[in-house]
C-alpha cells in the first residue's frame, strides 16, 4: 500500500507556525477556562425541577354494565376517587375488507359524569376535563373490545 497518513491535521501547523503566540495563549486559556467552569459547577446549589400541575392521572374500569344495546353504566377508578358515568354508544357495522370480517365499531357518542366520591364517601361536584372524558371513552371502548360485549349487537 502507498498510502501516506497525516496524523496531524497540515491547516493547523501552518497556523500555529504564522501565529505562534496566538496558539500559545489559546493553549494556555482553554485548560484554564475549564478548570474555572468545572470548579463553579462544584459549588453551585442543584434545584429540582418543580413538579408539574399537570401530572398525568390513572383510570381503570372497575364495573360496567350494558343496559341496552346502545346505553350502559360504568364504574370507573380515576386516580383515588370513583367515577360513576353512564354512557351512550353508536355502534358503526364495519369490515376490514374481507368477507367474513364484518365487526361493529364502538363509539362513545355521549358520556355523562353522574357522581364522583373519594375513598371515605365526600361526594365532589364534576371537575374533569375534556382529557378526562376522551381517556374514560377510550377506556370503555377497549373494555367493550377486550370482554367482546357488542360482538352480538
Known amino acids: 500500500m502507498n498510502v501516506k497518513t497525516q496524523s496531524i491535521n497540515p491547516s493547523t501547523i501552518g497556523l500555529m507556525l504564522r501565529r505562534p503566540f496566538s496558539a ?24 429540582l425541577p418543580a413538579i408539574s400541575a399537570y401530572t ?27 367515577v360513576n358515568v353512564s354512557f351512550i354508544l353508536e355502534l358503526v357495522p364495519s369490515t376490514h375488507g374481507v368477507y367474513g370480517s364484518e365487526y361493529n365499531e364502538v363509539y362513545v357518542q355521549e358520556l355523562f359524569v353522574d357522581r364522583i366520591v373519594n375513598e371515605s364517601g365526600d ?12 381517556n374514560i371513552n377510550q377506556l370503555i371502548v377497549a373494555h367493550l373490545y377486550k ?4 360482538e352480538g349487537v
Open 24 to 47: 500559545l495563549v489559546l493553549a494556555v486559556t482553554l485548560p484554564i477556562t475549564g478548570l474555572f467552569i468545572y470548579s463553579g459547577k462544584a459549588n453551585q446549589q442543584v434545584t
Open 56 to 82: 398525568p392521572s390513572t383510570y381503570g374500569v372497575e364495573f360496567l354494565e350494558l343496559t341496552s344495546p346502545t346505553t350502559g353504566k360504568a364504574v370507573i377508578k380515576l386516580d383515588d376517587l370513583t
Open 123 to 134: 361526594e365532589y361536584t364534576d371537575f374533569t376535563t375534556s382529557n378526562d372524558h376522551f
Open 147 to 150: 370482554n367482546k360485549l357488542v
